[in-house]
């Protein structure tokens, strides 16, 4: 009987040990967890789960105790820990010597809790780290990193239910692609490019913060060589003259559903060609010389997408509409919500263009269905704005200072960004204010033909 069953377990050795250990067969689908052996390097073998996830372990003889101990080498990965680095890990410990083998996987083993998380739960420890408030260059103490909660959004929606019961070491390459793949194709709602990218930069910025000193959940980030996805097409919606003086008379009806100070902000973004989230923030310390003959609003750097003061000229159009919205002396914020004297939702003049809807039907008409005019973001209306400047001559240098981006070039000569960013703070004022205030004059020529006017006020009726 007991031979009978020593032959049994010497034939399953000899049946898993006897083989030369393969990445094909690291690869292979089981039913059951099985371990097999490599004949070429005695003490490898690799471990494979029904789920298809290969671990390449190291049995060796402990010294100390004389007892026979298991090292984990790692998670097979046909691009970055295959068979052979396997083998390469194992001749490398044995020529160590066999007491500096059992240390080195003695100090493995305490960090081996830490390789134990899921992603989920790296997930919520990088989540934490981001919120984290850090003092920022103006003194002010905020999260790590402000753009925080859309990051962590897509960590939740899209890796987290895919991935997140995984451990981070399992994540390869094909996982991140196929995800990727998955969120163009719809699987996750609407097909997006867009939220594809996006989930892409979160998934690096996890991994490679996983990987850090310190933390090591993983060696390497599996965001590397992705396959590029298809360019997003930009958006090139520009309003025409026609637009521009329906719309700006349209916004001062009085039958319109949406708050006053809400449609002086729309109005404000084309004259100034601020973003939404630059100017619905503006407070009256914000706004300097309005009486004077260089009146300008100092945008704070917590409130520019580039984390940079933004210090715009202001137009007599600019200084009429700042007047119009506040209306009293107590009133501190330009654009107050009509729930207190604080700044709107920065989605509310986005909103008020687009309407509201709720089970499928228009609960509130947006502007732009009022006004009989193809849909349109707050966003065009900074690139109407550009637009107006580019066709009244200004040079784009000049335009671009005016929203805030980036100059490479000044009349075909490439300048170096570190030019920008290090040395050269000048606010190009002078630039700004002539560009700006081109701009409003030629609002003005735009909405001040009475026919035009004429023609809007009695062609526009409010939809029912």
Request: with cysteine; charged share 30%.
């Amino acid at each position: 009987m007991d031979s009978t069953t020593t032959a049994t377990s010497a034939s399953k050795r000899a049946r898993n040990g006897s083989v030369i250990l393969t990445d094909r067969l690291c690869e292979k689908r089981v039913t059951k967890r099985v371990k097999i052996y490599d004949r070429k390097c005695p003490g490898l073998y690799v471990s494979i789960t029904t789920a298809g996830v290969a671990t390449f372990s190291f049995k060796f003889t402990d010294p100390e105790t004389g007892k026979q101990c298991t090292g984990w080498l790692g998670v097979y990965n046909p691009e970055t820990f295959a068979v052979e680095d396997a083998r390469n890990r194992v001749y490398s410990l044995r020529g160590s010597g066999a007491a500096a083998v059992a240390e080195t996987f003695r100090d493995r083993k305490a960090q081996q809790a830490k390789r134990g998380k899921t992603v989920n739960k790296i997930i919520e420890e990088r989540i934490e780290w981001m919120k984290t408030p850090v003092r920022k260059p103006d003194g002010e103490m905020r999260s790590r990193l402000e753009s925080w909660e859309n990051t962590a959004s897509h960590l939740r929606r899209f890796i987290s239910p895919r991935l997140g019961k995984k451990l981070p070491s399992e994540i390869t390459k094909h996982d991140i692609a196929t995800l990727s793949n998955d969120i163009v194709a719809g699987k996750f709602g609407v097909p997006s490019v867009s939220n594809a990218r996006h989930m892409r930069k979160a998934a690096s910025g996890l991994f490679s913060w996983a990987a850090e000193a310190g933390r090591d959940y993983v060696t390497a980030s599996p965001c590397v060589n992705l396959p590029k996805l298809d360019p997003e097409h930009p958006r090139t919606r520009v309003l025409s003259a026609d637009e521009i003086r329906i719309f700006w008379h349209g916004l001062d009806r009085d039958d319109l559903p949406w708050d006053r100070r809400t449609r002086l902000a729309l109005k404000f973004e084309l004259v100034t060609m601020l973003r939404s989230a630059e100017l619905l923030g503006a407070h009256r310390d914000e706004l300097f010389d309005l009486d004077g003959e260089n009146p300008r609003f100092d945008v704070p750097l917590k409130r520019v997408k580039k984390r940079r003061v933004i210090q715009q000229p202001l137009s007599d159009l600019a200084v009429e509409i700042i007047r119009e919205a506040l209306t009293s002396d107590k009133q501190q914020f330009v654009f107050a919500s009509p729930l207190g004297d604080q700044p709107m939702n920065r989605k509310v003049m986005a909103t008020a263009l687009r309407g509201t809807k709720g089970k499928g039907k228009v609960k509130t008409p947006g502007i732009c269905a009022l006004l009989g005019l193809k849909p349109f973001t707050p966003h065009d209306l900074r690139r109407t704005a550009a637009t107006l400047a580019g066709d009244l001559g200004f040079d784009d240098a000049w335009i671009a200072k005016c929203l805030d981006h980036a100059a490479s070039k000044k009349s075909e000569q490439i300048v170096p960004t570190v030019t920008g960013k290090v040395y050269n703070h000048s606010k190009r004022m002078k630039e700004k204010r002539a560009v700006l205030d081109g701009v409003a004059a030629e609002l003005r020529r735009i909405i001040g033909t009475p026919a035009s006017i004429q023609q809007a006020e009695t062609g526009l009726r409010l939809v029912a």
